[in-house]
């Protein structure tokens, strides 16, 4: 990239290298002198010019022009130019865009991930892009002059292993179907609350929201900004040489469990402190990150988060609806597709062996079910199956990459013979068999249905797929007391049927409706039935 003058100004997401967003206007937007005249011009490498916008800036010196939708193809050089500056871009490409938003799950590195070395090793591409936006919770001319140096980047060994694994995942499984370059744009932080990713505006215009903003703001009352980064230099210290001392022992053991890890060097020094630069504050990375990419031309959203918020997983309905809004306003498209991360199984091992599965991403899982149902252009992909015990970040990300892409290829984009759903509970009735009671539940989705193994721990179950025994079923009934039991289930054709003698007037019936536990009901695709929990008319 060449740069004569600095007045003129873009965002660092526009660099050599990068995807423009296919079959819709694109936008190119930045700084300029005031009152100036800024002309960009979309070229083949032939020299000759494909597309000429023209716009004047504001008052305040900003300025954005829309060239006309192209077809995928490329390479493309992007010009830019003022009165006295021109920028000029090389390597561009028009084909398929998303951005990679959430945390820790998706944030998951593709090195560390299962059989990273391996596709690490495999991922040259030259039709995958990846760019990165900066992990900051405070813009300064430090955060600037190293964001000029950011870039897009093309895959290839030298620049995956540290991004996104779901992503990679999803992009080289769309690009090998789509036949276009795909880029990723991603904007992720491990550990972060939903409410990091919307403004302070957004989060006061509900309750919900609110109570993120009252919560954070008892935490630094009375703080100041001397004190916070006093905290915060020390507490850095602490958690680098924690992750130091993890790389040390991954690198003599890359097999090592977490559990062994702690018991060697402790528990990871989590929380950061609170404070005004902390990138886990309310509404900060929505302004330190998310406006930083705002406008990009975009297809869609891969979201995968909700983790960090289990204790307020009766608030998430709203808040994810709200982050929807939000986002779809920033980039000025009420209909920019979501795809949600329905969040897999998982338990700790310490609340397993006492038994207290407090039933929260039961409840988490049926908001993000919730918004996918309710809100236009909003997806749900199921990874009930994905999870891990006692390992809140499984590594497995080939398969959630994989199944966002099915949802994808099938929602969005149309692709046909493509199937993306699990079994999804399409009605239930109370029956008589042979004088006993039971539940009919019938399931679209729903070719092939059979059961499958859980976990390891069901490898001693029953080998008949067509059965499950009440421990091993993952499904559950309850009469008006609302006491659950678990409960015997068989597959007859595309229903599952419950029997359950103790309980003769059944209220209520659910399916995986734990943090951890059973989830065995699949399709002939492998993929698996989403979580639910109803009450049953009478």
Not at 247 to 265: F, G, H, L, Y
């Amino acid at each position: 990239m060449k740069i004569s003058y600095q007045k003129l100004q873009l965002p660092a997401i526009f660099s050599d290298g990068m995807v423009l967003q296919r079959d819709q206007q694109i936008a190119v937007f930045g700084l300029a002198t005031p009152g100036s005249k800024v002309s960009v011009t979309l070229k083949m490498n032939s020299g000759t010019a494909d597309a000429l916008a023209t716009t004047q800036t504001s008052a305040a010196g900003r300025w954005r022009a829309l060239l006309p939708e192209r077809p995928a193809g490329g390479p493309y050089s992007l010009n830019v130019t003022d009165s006295t500056t021109e920028l000029s871009f090389g390597d561009v490409f028009i084909g398929e865009v998303w951005l990679a938003g959430g945390q820790s799950n998706m944030e998951l590195p593709l090195s560390g991930s299962e059989d990273g070395d391996k596709a690490v090793a495999a991922s040259a591409n030259p039709f995958l892009h990846f760019y990165e936006v900066r992990k900051t919770g405070w813009i300064d001319d430090d955060f600037l002059a190293e964001e000029r140096r950011n870039s897009w980047q093309v895959s290839s060994p030298e620049t995956t292993a540290q991004k996104s694994a779901v992503a990679y995942y999803y992009a080289r499984h769309l690009q090998q179907r789509l036949g276009v370059h795909v880029g990723i744009i991603d904007c992720y932080c491990g550990g972060t609350s939903i409410s990091c990713w919307m403004s302070k505006e957004r989060l006061a215009s509900t309750p919900a929201g609110q109570r993120y903003l009252d919560d954070y703001e008892k935490k630094i009352v009375g703080q100041t900004d001397e004190e916070y980064d006093r905290i915060a230099s020390s507490y850095q210290k602490k958690f680098d040489a924690w992750n130091a001392d993890v790389a040390r022992i991954k690198e003599a053991d890359p097999t090592v469990s977490w559990e062994t890890i702690e018991s060697q060097i402790g528990a990871c020094p989590w929380p950061p402190p609170a404070g005004r630069k902390s990138m886990y504050r309310p509404a900060g990375l929505y302004s330190t990150m998310v406006k930083r990419v705002a406008g990009y031309g975009l297809h869609g959203v891969l979201w995968y988060q909700g983790e960090e918020d289990e204790q307020r997983s009766s608030d998430y309905r709203t808040m994810l609806g709200c982050l929807i809004a939000e986002w779809r306003d920033a980039w000025n498209s009420s209909s920019l597709p979501f795809i949600i991360t329905q969040l897999p199984r998982w338990i700790s091992k310490a609340d397993y062996e006492s038994n207290a599965d407090s039933g929260s991403w039961a409840i988490l899982r049926q908001a993000q079910f919730d918004v996918a149902h309710d809100i236009k252009h909003t997806y749900l992909t199921v990874t009930i199956d994905c999870g891990e015990f006692n390992n809140i970040h499984p590594i497995d990300k080939s398969t959630v990459g994989s199944r966002l892409a099915l949802t994808a290829l099938a929602k969005i984009y149309g692709c046909s013979g493509v199937e993306s759903e699990g079994p999804r509970l399409h009605s239930a009735r109370l029956q008589l068999c042979d004088g006993v009671p039971s539940i009919n539940l019938e399931f679209t989705h729903s070719t092939e249905l059979a059961f499958g193994h859980w976990n390891d721990e069901a490898d001693g179950e029953e080998k008949n797929p067509s059965e499950r025994s009440a421990q091993a079923s993952g499904f559950e009934i309850a009469g008006d007391s609302g006491i659950f039991v678990p409960v015997s289930a068989s597959i007859h054709g595309s229903s599952v049927i419950l029997e359950e003698p103790s309980i003769p007037d059944p209220y209520f019936v659910r399916y995986a409706w734990k943090n951890w536990g059973p989830a065995p009901l699949f399709n002939g695709q492998s993929l698996p039935a989403a979580p639910f929990c109803i009450r049953l008319s009478h």
